[in-house]
C-alpha cells in the first residue's frame, strides 16, 4: 500500500508540473517592440534578429543557414540543417526541411550582411570571427539579446524562441489561413482544424510572410 501511495503522489507530481509548463503564456512582442530592438543591434546580430521574426525559423536553424541556401534570385530560403553546441544538427522533424518565401526587404539586409561576412570553410552565414564556425546561441543570448532588450526598454526577459512565438502571432493577426501558417511554422502536428486547411504553395506562404515582414519592417523605418 505505501509503495502504491509513493507511485500516486509521484505521478501527481509529474502531471503538476507538466500543467504549469502549459500555462506558462510565451513572450509576445508587439511590433513596435520588435523595431526597437532592432535599432539596438548591429550586424551580425541585427541580421539574425531579423531574420528569426520575419521567417519563424529556430535558433538552431540561423546558425545553421549556409550562403548555398538562400537563393537571391528566387527569393527563397532552403532550411536543411541546424547548429547547436557546436556542430551540425538535424532538423526537428522532416516537416522543419522546407523551402521558406524570403522577402525583399529581408533579403537586402541579409545582401547588406554578405558584402561583410567573412568567408569560410563552411560557407556559413553567421560565423564566429574566433572560430570561424557559427555563433553560440547561448553566449548571444545572454551577452547580446538581453543587453540590446534592457537598452530598448523592453520589459521581461527574452529569448531566441520569443521571435519564433512572436511570428506566429503576427501571422495570427494577418488573417493567414491556417494551413500556411502551419507549412510558414513547419508544423508536423499542430490541430485537425489546422490540417482541414491543407497545404500552401510559395506564393500563398510568401503573402502571408511578407504582410508580417512590412508589419514590423515600418517600425524600424518611422525613427
Not at 17 to 38: D, H, Q, W, Y
Not at 86 to 115: G, M, N, Y
Not at 116 to 129: H, I, N, R
Not at 159 to 186: C, I, N
Request: with cysteine.
Amino acid at each position: 500500500m505505501a509503495g502504491d501511495g509513493v507511485s500516486v503522489v509521484k505521478m501527481a507530481l509529474v502531471e503538476l508540473k507538466g500543467v504549469s509548463k502549459c500555462l506558462r503564456p510565451p513572450r509576445i512582442l508587439t511590433e513596435e517592440e520588435f523595431g526597437a530592438l532592432l535599432n539596438q543591434l548591429v550586424h551580425p546580430y541585427r541580421c539574425m534578429v531579423l531574420l528569426a521574426g520575419c521567417t519563424g525559423l529556430r535558433v538552431s536553424e540561423v546558425m545553421g543557414l549556409r550562403w548555398s541556401g538562400i537563393n537571391f534570385e528566387s527569393l527563397v530560403i532552403e532550411i536543411r540543417e541546424g547548429y547547436a553546441r557546436s556542430q551540425v544538427t538535424k532538423l526537428k522533424s522532416e516537416c522543419s526541411r522546407d523551402e521558406l518565401p524570403l522577402d525583399p526587404d529581408v533579403a537586402t539586409i541579409l545582401l547588406e550582411w554578405k558584402r561583410l561576412c567573412p568567408a569560410t570553410e563552411g560557407d556559413w552565414v553567421f560565423p564566429s570571427p574566433r572560430t570561424a564556425k557559427p555563433y553560440d546561441s547561448g553566449s548571444l543570448r545572454k551577452k547580446v539579446l538581453h543587453a540590446a532588450a534592457l537598452r530598448a526598454k523592453i520589459q521581461g526577459r527574452i529569448g531566441w524562441h520569443t521571435f519564433r512565438h512572436s511570428y506566429r502571432a503576427w501571422l495570427d493577426e494577418t488573417g493567414a489561413p491556417l494551413g500556411v501558417q502551419q507549412k510558414l511554422m513547419r508544423h508536423a502536428n499542430i490541430s485537425t482544424t489546422m490540417n482541414v486547411y491543407g497545404g500552401a504553395f510559395m506564393e500563398s506562404k510568401r503573402k502571408a510572410n511578407t504582410s508580417v515582414v512590412q508589419r514590423v519592417w515600418v517600425q524600424d523605418h518611422t525613427k
